[in-house]
């Protein structure tokens, strides 16, 4: 009778053969390892594109403005037709390729005329609240745009806050932007002013 029906002892003893079952059965643990583990991989990958994609960004527009150095180093565009636009313009079109929209709001320009090279070598800047200061030694100086003429001894400095496109790195860097920077120093080739 007691194989037929089972009694409370049997029914106590069955406990631990299930358990002992359940734990040695391994047809779930890849589901439950793969939703574990996909959480911080899925962020790892986020986090690569997004650095791959900030550094693309970072060397593009360090080639505009080697770019846009060249041409005031070779005369190309002139020291009278320099302007704060139109120099925002001129790299807002070129960097067209990774920016969307916005450029010219989140674009900083400084072209400064220099009497020698280690003026400009004290030049710098400091980044504040997620904005940046310029100075010279330890003066803060405004954003200029003063192209210099034949000969003369020039400093382009751009930067551009760019957006960071996940959510989660945004919140984690305690902003939705990150700073990208390009500089060039160079002496004006003797052309006619």
Same mark, same amino acid.
């Given at each position: 009778? %007691?194989?037929?029906?089972?009694? =409370?002892?049997?029914?106590? /003893?069955?406990?631990?053969?299930?358990? +002992? !079952?359940? $734990? *040695?059965?391994?047809?779930?643990?890849?589901?439950?390892?793969?939703?574990?583990?996909?959480?911080?991989?899925?962020?790892?990958?986020?986090?690569?594109?997004? %650095?791959?994609?900030?550094?693309? =960004?970072?060397?593009?527009? /360090?080639?505009?403005?080697?770019?846009? +150095? !060249?041409? $005031? *180093?070779?005369?190309?565009?002139?020291?009278?037709?320099?302007?704060?636009?139109?120099?925002?313009?001129?790299?807002?079109?070129?960097?067209?390729?990774?920016?969307?929209?916005?450029?010219?709001?989140?674009?900083?320009?400084?072209?400064?005329?220099?009497?020698?090279? +280690?003026?400009?070598?004290?030049?710098?800047?400091?980044?504040?609240?997620?904005?940046?200061?310029?100075?010279?030694?330890?003066?803060?100086?405004?954003?200029?745009?003063?192209?210099?003429?034949?000969?003369?001894?020039?400093?382009?400095?751009?930067?551009?806050?760019?957006?960071?496109?996940?959510?989660?790195?945004?919140?984690?860097?305690?902003?939705?932007?990150?700073?990208?920077?390009?500089?060039?120093?160079?002496?004006?080739?003797?052309?006619?002013?």
């Amino acid at each position: 009778m %007691s194989t037929e029906f089972g009694c =409370a002892g049997d029914h106590r /003893a069955g406990r631990p053969r299930f358990f +002992a !079952r359940f $734990l *040695r059965d391994r047809r779930g643990a890849t589901a439950i390892e793969f939703a574990i583990l996909s959480v911080p991989f899925a962020l790892l990958v986020f986090a690569i594109l997004e %650095s791959c994609i900030s550094f693309a =960004a970072q060397e593009v527009m /360090a080639n505009i403005t080697d770019d846009v +150095a !060249r041409q $005031l *180093r070779t005369g190309q565009l002139k020291a009278a037709t320099v302007t704060e636009d139109g120099l925002k313009t001129t790299i807002c079109n070129k960097l067209q390729i990774i920016v969307a929209q916005d450029c010219k709001l989140q674009l900083m320009v400084d072209l400064r005329q220099y009497t020698a090279f +280690a003026d400009a070598a004290a030049a710098g800047f400091k980044i504040k609240n997620n904005d940046v200061q310029l100075t010279n030694g330890t003066i803060e100086v405004p954003f200029s745009t003063t192209a210099g003429a034949a000969e003369s001894r020039n400093m382009l400095r751009v930067f551009y806050k760019w957006p960071v496109m996940t959510d989660l790195l945004a919140k984690s860097m305690g902003g939705n932007k990150t700073l990208h920077f390009a500089s060039v120093t160079w002496q004006n080739e003797p052309f006619d002013n």
